[in-house]
């Protein structure tokens, strides 16, 4: 599934390596170097300097490597010579314009999604469609006047090397399989599946061995990051209640359809214990990731909005205490990511693009 495009285009809808300070001050990629501090808006105190990294497309889903030296990220830019979302590796400090695209480093076939480091810094795992078609999926946006996001049952999980090589595929059952992310233990992967029948989260080892069930009540759970200490997941999920909401649900996931305008965020033990709801704000409350201490949770929603957006980031506490706003843009903030050093956010915003509807990805030096 894309999830950032799907997302930017309801909003459409709704609205017709370490690096020194210094490099992520200022953007050379213009005649001039500009302050970069101009794109911090005055509320956003978390944010000591900030650097834009693309310029133009969808950009979103920038993941660290173990070493914080270089992050792989999806792109549908089309300067860049692809139909839809494929994966790009990057330097940490690199900045890249519309007639200077990084490597990619998936098949360029079919729709990837989701591309995260393994612990050894050398391979990355993503979904792709590829298997199933060479083309790009088609990408429903609407089913009986209802946003909807597609689950594509082509999607499995793969291994490649930073050249770009698959070397291994991880998941080879009927239905979706996708949204993998890797424990900062090294040890586990988690992602979401349709093999049970509904969306849930799963685990296995790097290897794609010892899969285990997480979750089980019905629902779309998805998106799941692991603590800091490997002990906790974060999730995203949809969770139907009435009989027609029941209904509506699975009628549209036997079409491989979601509608994801109704989430929040839960939290669970890695073995899927002890699982409670950690949000209960209405609208769609997803792209949730682990602050550094292990006590906090940043993520996206649009709670706050009349229209659908904007989306921005918040903090809340693991208790589901203490939200705090963190950006304050009119437009879309969403999938933060901190680097394993707790330094620097990477995440994916419609700041600076002009009014237009590019989602590019920034990188921002974090203080608490």
Known sequence: MNRFTVV???????????NEASKYNTDTTSGATKKMESLIYPEETHFKSIRQVTYGGDNAEAYWSFDDKQLVFQSNNAKWNVGCDQMFLMNANETFTDS?????????????????????NKHIIYASTHLGDDECPDTPLRKNGKYIWPIYDSYDIFVADLEGNIVKQ??????????????????K???????????????????????KQITNELGYDGGAFFSPDGTKLIFRSSRPKTDQEIKEY??????GLVEPTDMELYICNADGSELRQLTELGNANWSPFF???GEKILFSSNFEAERGFPFNLYLIDIDGKNLKRVTHGETFDAFPVFSNDGKYLAFSSNRNNGGGRDTNLFIAEWQD
């Open 189 to 211: 992967i988690v992602f979401t599946s349709t093999r049970s029948g509904d969306l849930e989260l799963y685990t296995m080892n790097i290897d794609g061995s010892d899969v």
């Open 170 to 187: 991880l998941t080879n059952e009927v239905g979706y399989d996708a949204e993998p992310t890797v424990s900062p233990k090294g040890d």
């Open 250 to 255: 699975k009628d549209l996931l036997a079409e």
């Open 291 to 293: 602050h550094p201490s």
């Open 100 to 120: 200077i695209a990084p490597p990619m480093v998936s098949t360029g076939k079919g729709r990837t999604t989701c591309a995260y480091f393994l612990p050894d």
């Open 8 to 18: 930017l285009l309801l909003l459409i809808t709704f609205s017709s390596c370490k």
